[in-house]
C-alpha cells in the first residue's frame, strides 16, 4: 500500500488549497479513506473521511462547510478542498486508509495558513 500526499504550501488566511493523494498497492474503489491533520505536540484529528462509492462523506465540526472530501476512483485519488482558511488550519495532513486492519499514512504535506 502505498499513499502520496501533495498540494500543501503557504496560503493567507480566507484563501484555498486543495489537497490530493495518489493510492496503490489496494483495490482503491473497495475501501474507505480519511484525511488527518496533526499539529506538532498534539494527537492526529480526523479531518475528514469519504465512503468507497463517494457517497458519504463525515467532517469534522471544525472544517465543516469549508472543506470538502471528494474522490476519483478511476484515478486513485482522493482529494480534499479546503476554502475559507484559517491559521488554525495550519498543519501537516495526511491521507489514510485501513487496509487488512492496519492504517497506512501517506508521507504527509504542510499546510501553513499565514498573512
Known amino acids: 500500500v502505498r499513499l502520496v500526499e501533495s498540494g500543501g504550501g503557504l496560503q493567507q488566511p480566507g484563501g484555498s488549497l486543495r489537497l490530493s493523494c495518489a493510492a496503490s498497492g489496494f483495490t482503491f474503489s473497495r475501501y474507505g479513506m480519511r484525511w488527518y491533520r496533526q499539529v506538532p505536540g498534539k494527537e492526529r484529528e480526523l479531518v475528514a473521511r469519504?465512503?468507497?462509492?463517494?457517497?458519504?462523506?463525515n467532517y469534522a465540526d471544525s472544517v465543516k462547510g469549508r472543506f470538502i472530501i471528494s474522490r476519483d476512483n478511476a484515478k486513485n485519488t482522493v482529494s480534499l478542498q479546503m476554502n475559507s482558511l484559517k491559521p488554525e488550519d495550519t498543519a501537516v495532513y495526511y491521507c489514510?486508509?485501513?487496509?487488512?486492519?492496519?492504517?497506512?499514512w501517506g508521507q504527509g504535506t504542510q499546510v501553513t495558513v499565514s498573512s
Open positions: 489514510n486508509v485501513e487496509y487488512l486492519l492496519y492504517d497506512y
Open positions: 469519504i465512503s468507497e462509492g463517494g457517497r458519504s462523506t
